[in-house]
């Protein structure tokens, strides 16, 4: 029985120097609060800046929609207009295309 308790003694002196006290604790939740407080900072300034962004994309395909379009023109009465037309030249006569001669 001596013998265990000796072992369990030497195992709770080697892990209790290891183990966080209150001064950690303490320091853990001070970091962790900074870390948290930036968080909501970055977080901000994101929500911010997209916000910017994006209204900023809206005015400017509002504004490209409603670009002033060119005046239409005036009505012309109808005129009665001749219709183009393109006259291709014939291809030139091939030797195989001639009829041969008759005898």
Known sequence: MDERLT?????FNTILPTL????DIESLRVEMYKMSSELHKWMLASMVGMFLGF???YFAS??????PHPAPM???PAQSIAPIVI???APPATPSSQPAPQK
């Open 74 to 76: 005036p009505a012309q």
């Open 55 to 57: 209204s900023g994309l």
């Open 20 to 23: 966080a006290t209150k001064a």
């Open 7 to 11: 072992a369990l003694e030497t195992h």
């Open 62 to 67: 509002n504004t490209a929609a409603r670009a």
């Open 87 to 89: 006259y291709l030249p």
